[in-house]
């Protein structure tokens, strides 16, 4: 099991900046994809970016030039520097950590920080 501790959403102003965090601990498997989704009142879940052990990276090209992912593998923590912020991007922040191993995919969910972005 994993469990994913997400802190660091909050309210803040339009053009305004957050950094989310998000630590990982339990039966950590080594090679690993950490990342974040948001899902905004009404809409699915959607993807903003994740991040591999060895450091590559995938965006919504939307939210690139303006949101930035990285990871810290000593503490098992990623990390969304979102700057920027525009009134749609509100919405609840969930961290997800996935691995495969011996061809399953194990898949864990953070309970979600809400980010509201006031205009």
Not at 59 to 77: H, M, P, Q, V
């Amino acid at each position: 099991q994993v469990q994913l501790v997400e802190s660091g959403g909050g309210v803040v102003q339009a053009g305004g900046s957050l950094r989310l965090s998000c630590a990982a601990s339990g039966s950590i498997f080594s090679i690993n994809t950490m990342g974040w989704f948001r899902q905004a009142p009404g809409k699915q879940r959607e993807l903003v970016a994740v991040i591999t052990t060895g450091g590559s990276t995938n965006y919504a090209e939307s939210l690139k030039g303006r949101f930035t992912i990285s990871r810290d593998n000593a503490k098992n923590t990623v990390y969304l520097q979102m700057n920027s912020l525009k009134p749609e991007d509100t919405a609840d922040y969930y961290c997800r950590f996935t691995y495969y191993r011996l061809g399953n995919e194990y898949v864990y969910w953070g309970q979600g920080t809400q980010v509201t972005v006031s205009s």
